[in-house]
C-alpha cells in the first residue's frame, strides 16, 4: 500500500491517538468522538469508492456547516478526490458555474438548495447526486447510503503536492477563477496556526463563519482536528446565540470578521455573558475598529488579525494581540512558515517604507487557477513569488501594512467582492452608458458597493430596478446597495475611470 501523506489520514491518526475525545459539537449539544468522525469518513470515502469516484475528481458540497461538511472533505481526501466547497450565498448561475467549471462528477447538497442546483447539475452533467443528511421524502440522503457500505482500508497514495480542493475566488474580469490548494498548502496553513495562535489540544473552538470560506476551512477547522482539538459548528451567525454558545461549551478560540465581532459587542446580552473561557479571538477580512478593539479589552479580550486570500490557503500574516496597540493598522509579520516580500513596478525589490505589490512564498501557496494556466503564469513571479495584486509596504521591523488593493475589491461583511463582474451586468442595462462600482464605508458591514453610473438622454434607472437586474444572477451581497448617477465618471488620460476620486467624493478615501 502507497503511504498517504495528505489529509486523509489525519482522522485516522486521531482515531488511534485520541478516539474518545470530541471531535465536533453541533446541533447545541450533540457531540462526535473522533473515532466516530473517523468511521464516518470511512464511510463516505466508500461511497465514493463504489461510484467510481477516485484520483482527480471533482466533489462538490452546497450546504451550511455540519459534520458531513467535514465527513465529505475527508472522505475525498482519502479517494485522492478534490473537494469543492461551494457558497451558499450564491445564485443559481454562479452555482451552475462552479459545477461546470470544477467538472464535478459528484454534488453533496442541503435540501434547501435544490431549486439553485437544478439547472447547474444537469447542465454540467453531475453524475451523481446526494442530499445531506436523511434525505428528502423518496430520496435517501447520503447518510443512508453510508449504512450500506463496507469501509475499506484507503489505497490512493496521496501526496502533499496532490491537489486537495478548488476553492472559487470572484474574478477581476467576471467569472470566479477556482483556486487549486494541494493536500501540502492546507496543511502547511494549519502548521501555521498552530504555531502563530498557539493551538492547543484542550481549545474548544466556535465556528459561526461558514466553512465554505477559506478562512473558516484552512484556519479554523482544519488546524483544531489537526491537533484534537473540539470544534463546535453553529449553522449561521446570530450574535445572542454564539454568546450563549460561548458560556456553555467554555468556548477557547473564536474566529470571525470585525461585522461579527461588532454584532456581538452590541448585542443586550454582552455586558452579562460569561467570556472568560475566550483565549484566543482571530480577525480577518479588514481592520478591526478603534471601537471593536476597546469594546472587547474591557472584556480583557484580545484580537489576532491577519492578512491573506484564498490563493495562500489563506494565510500570510498574523498580528499578535501583544502588537495591535503598537502596530496599530499593521496586518503583522509574516506566519511561520511564509515569506512576504515588497516588489516595485520593474520587480525590484524595495527598501521598508516604500509601497509595492506584496508578493508571497511557502508551502502554503496554491497550486494555480483551475483550467486556467494564463491566469496561472502571471499570477507568479519568474523565481516563483505569488503576485497578490494588493499594496503594501513593510516596516523596519517587518511589519505589513496594507495601502491598497489594485484589484479594488470590496470586503463586506467578510464577503470578497470584485467590482468588474458586477460593472460587466449592470452595463448591460439599457440606458446605462458608464459604470463603476466602488466601496463605501457600512457601519455594520464594513464597506457596501455602489454603483456610480452615468446615463443615455432620458434614461432613468433606480436603486431597485437594478438590483432587480441582477438579483438572483449575483449573490444578493453583490447587489449595489445604493445606484448613483453621476453627469460624467472621472477618468485618466487612458479613459480608466479613477475610482479613487469616486471614493473620495463618495465618503471612502483612497
Known sequence: ???????????????????????????DDRTMTYRAFADAADRVAAVLADRGIGAGDAVAYLGENSPEFLQVLFGCAQRGAVFVPVNTRLAPPEIAHVLADSGAKALVYDAEFAERVADGVEAARVAHVFLTGGGAPGVPGLAHHMRDVSPHPADAGVGLDDPAAIIYTSGTTGKAKGAVLSHGNLTWCAMNCIVDYDVVSSDVALMISPLFHVASLGMGALPVILKGATLVLEKGFEAGRALALVERHRVTMLSGVPTTYQLMADHPDWA?????????????????????????????????????????????????PAMSREKQGSVGLPHFFTDVRIAGENGERVPAGTVGEIEISGPNVFLGYHGLPEATAAAFTADGWFRSGDLGYLDDDGYLFIADRLKDMIISGGENIYPAEVESLIAEIGGISGVAVIGVPDERWGEVPWAVVTLRDDAEVTTASVRAHLDGVLARYKLPKNVVVVEELPRTASGKVRKPDLRARFGRRG
Open 1 to 27: 500500500m502507497t503511504q498517504d501523506h495528505g489529509l486523509g489520514f489525519w482522522l485516522d491518526k486521531r482515531r488511534r491517538k485520541t478516539p474518545d475525545k470530541p471531535a465536533i459539537v453541533f446541533d
Open 272 to 320: 452579562s455573558t460569561d467570556v472568560s473561557s475566550l483565549q484566543k479571538l482571530t480577525c480577518g477580512g479588514s481592520a478591526v475598529p478603534l471601537r471593536i478593539l476597546n469594546a472587547f479589552e474591557e472584556r480583557g479580550l484580545s484580537f489576532s488579525q491577519g492578512y491573506g486570500m484564498t490563493e495562500t490557503s489563506p494565510g500570510a500574516t498574523a498580528l499578535s
